[in-house]
């Protein structure tokens, strides 16, 4: 799976790049904007104005917001009817910045956005979309171009469409929407701080679409074939690593990923045993220790730099696994080198990260002689059947829950390594 993020003020060509770059790879085009826009165009025909947060935010639970892709394009059914161009006019694109600016509404929209990318590869563009949408989006692009040349080619578009406008009246809403858009309080319109930026003021639409691509195939194959590609088959044959149960683990799909924890190059192992990539939250500190930190970087661990506890680890990795990514967690919270895992207590942090995110669970066992590493011994990593989430037993969430749906993967988890309680007295000290 491949996420794209585009982001950047209107006018800069998000939408005809964002499509063609879409055909161009065969995944969905996401037009988030037009998303604000059908909600704009709701409380103008209602009467409620775009501007009122209060009337806004009552009146968002007394309509349906339906995305459908057919043949690839994107449709938007307002209480099941096609908006078709209606939220293309002027008006609407002042409304829908005015929307847009209100908390609830942006909160109203996040889990529909965020739902499609979960389920499929998609280039996604708006404002906000690699900084708060999909901030682990895989690619990020900023793009932009000087007012002017964007006011130019809005004011071309509208003419084409048969609208009455001149370019003074186009630029000034334009100036005006830049403004609204990237003031506003919540999710402005800014540059991801890992976002690539790409000023088209000067480059036809073609150029900037083949400027796109580039951006897009170096980034993604740095981060997927080309490392994947060699750097868990060394990992894999320096350390012995067998895998078992691959057959287990489809393709393309984000799992929350629970294995038993026995050191910390655990990460290292499974993500070079797990066939695509694996997002493992690390504390700050494990990224410069050398070698290991530029691992995990490599194999995609996310820095957890907000004081490393076990709350903000927990809080990255939902958003993880929301946004369809597969997540790395132990259950048993700390490394147990030298213990029997059924002999271990156990913690509810990947239960609740399953929770939240609603995700499906594998359970994977790491198999060593006495629960121990040693750098030339054989490894096996044990890849079991996924747990869907209906059968964790979640209902309203709550620590009851969470400690048996907690039971329940980890019960697995020994299953997997043939772990039981007593064997811990027939343990020989290594
Ligand atoms: O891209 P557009 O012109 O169709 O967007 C319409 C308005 O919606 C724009 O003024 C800002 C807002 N918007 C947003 O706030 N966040 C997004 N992800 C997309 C659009």
Redesign the pocket.
Same mark, same amino acid.
């Given at each position: 799976m491949v996420r794209i993020a585009i982001d950047g003020p209107?006018g800069a060509g998000?939408s005809s790049v964002a499509k063609a770059v879409a055909r161009e790879l065969g995944i969905i085009y996401v +037009?988030?904007? @037009?998303l604000? %826009?059908t909600i704009a165009y709701h409380m103008v025909l209602s009467g409620i104005d775009p501007k009122d947060a209060e009337s806004v935010a009552a009146e968002l639970d007394k309509f349906t917001l339906e995305l459908k892709f057919v043949d690839g394009k994107q449709i938007i059914l307002l209480d099941g009817v096609d908006v078709g161009d209606n939220i293309r006019t002027p008006e609407m694109?002042m409304a @829908?910045?005015a929307v847009?600016a209100i908390k609830e509404v942006r909160e109203y929209l996040l889990n529909t956005q965020r739902n499609i990318a979960r389920n499929n590869s998609v280039i996604m !563009?708006? %404002? !906000?979309?690699g900084t708060v949408?999909l901030p682990y989006a895989e690619v990020k692009i900023f793009l932009t171009a000087s007012p002017e040349a964007r006011a130019k080619r809005r004011y071309e578009e509208l003419i084409a469409q048969g609208q009455v406008v001149t370019y003074d009246q186009v630029y000034n809403e334009m100036v005006e %929407?830049d403004k609204? +858009?990237s003031t506003r309080a919540i @999710?402005p319109?800014v540059q991801a701080k890992d976002a690539i930026l790409l000023d088209n003021s000067k480059l036809t639409p073609n150029e900037t679409v083949a400027a796109v691509i580039k951006i897009v195939k170096k980034n993604e194959k740095s981060l997927y074939m080309k490392l994947h590609a060699w750097l868990p088959p060394i990992i894999r044959f320096f350390q012995r690593i067998k895998r078992t149960g691959l057959e287990n683990v489809p393709a393309d799909k984000g799992y929350v990923i629970c294995s038993n924890h026995i050191a910390a190059r655990d990460v290292i192992l499974i993500g070079a045993a797990y066939p695509s990539q694996i997002r493992f939250v690390a504390k700050k500190e494990l990224f410069s220790v050398p070698i290991l930190g530029w691992l995990i970087k490599k194999l995609g661990a996310i820095k957890l730099d907000r004081g490393g506890g076990d709350v903000a680890a927990i809080k990255t990795s939902v958003n993880l696994a929301r946004a369809g990514h597969s997540v790395a967690i132990f259950p048993q919270g700390h490394r147990n080198p030298g213990v029997n895992p059924a002999n271990t207590p156990t913690k509810n942090g990947a239960a609740l990260i399953a929770y939240k995110s609603q995700s499906d669970v594998l359970p994977v066992f790491i198999k060593t002689k006495n629960h121990k590493y040693a750098f030339l011994r054989k490894k096996e990593i044990i890849f079991g059947k996924p747990i869907p989430y209906s059968e964790l037993g979640f209902k309203n969430g709550g620590g009851e829950e969470y400690e048996a749906a907690t039971k329940i993967i980890f019960d697995r988890i020994l299953e997997l390594g043939g772990c039981k309680k007593d064997d811990a007295e027939k343990e020989i000290k290594d």
């Open positions: 209107g998000k +037009d988030t904007g @037009a604000y %826009r694109s @829908a910045s847009s !563009d708006g %404002r !906000d979309i949408i %929407r609204n +858009d @999710a319109c």
